[in-house]
């Protein structure tokens, strides 16, 4: 949050109101500054098949994309792109940050009905994948992770079920939050975020 948004905060506090619900106030984690968002975009104007480097974790080195970009959606906070994935032949979608080089707009076009509801079908098919993997986190209340959590939680016996859609991703978002959230399950998102944590305390030569 923003130095006015803290302020806020504090002043809503004094005045003896509770602050679980999320506020006007905080800043968003969406960006457009993800370097390929601009190329898509225009591909997807142009109705123009793109070509980008893709590095998904735990692969060493990034595969080559040949995609016809159909719709960027927004999920969770993070871009995505939708669109045919040439190559597989079949619709895919492709998180922005994984893109790992410049995005090349092909002079090769598409049929521009192509793009006709992909938005709807990249969002339905990004939470279909969400409704399947919920995570158990106890959340400090009151703090950043409880404001921003809390926007997509379900309440839950020990704490909040949160679903996600990829472990990886979630995981580092978990890890930005520090001591604010423990994750109780499942085992590899909690293991994908202690090596996150371990990580940020070894560069900082133990002092985390």
Do not use: C
Request: glycine share 8%; net charge neutral.
């Amino acid at each position: 949050m923003s130095d006015q948004a803290r302020s806020g905060l504090r002043k809503i506090r004094a005045l003896g109101m509770t602050v679980d619900e999320p506020i006007i106030g905080y800043s968003p984690r969406i960006s457009l500054r993800d370097p390929a968002f601009a190329a898509l975009q225009q591909a997807i104007e142009l109705s123009r098949v793109v070509t980008f480097g893709y590095l998904k974790p735990g692969e060493r080195a990034p595969r080559t994309r040949r995609v016809q970009p159909l719709a960027l959606v927004e999920y969770e906070g993070r871009w995505h792109v939708f669109g045919v994935d040439l190559g597989a032949g079949a619709e895919r979608t492709f998180l922005l940050q994984r893109v790992v080089d410049d995005v090349e707009i092909t002079r090769e076009n598409f049929d521009a009905a192509l793009r006709d509801g992909a938005g709807e079908r990249a969002l339905a098919g990004l939470t279909a994948v969400a409704e399947r993997s919920h995570a158990l986190l106890e959340v400090t209340p009151g703090t950043e992770a409880a404001l921003r959590l809390s926007r997509r939680a379900l309440p839950a016996d020990q704490g909040i079920h949160v679903p996600f859609v990829d472990v990886h991703v979630f995981a580092d978002e978990l890890a930005s939050y520090g001591p604010e959230v423990r994750v109780v399950e499942p085992a590899e998102l909690r293991t994908q975020v202690i090596a996150r944590l371990e990580a940020a305390r070894a560069a900082h030569g133990g002092s985390v």
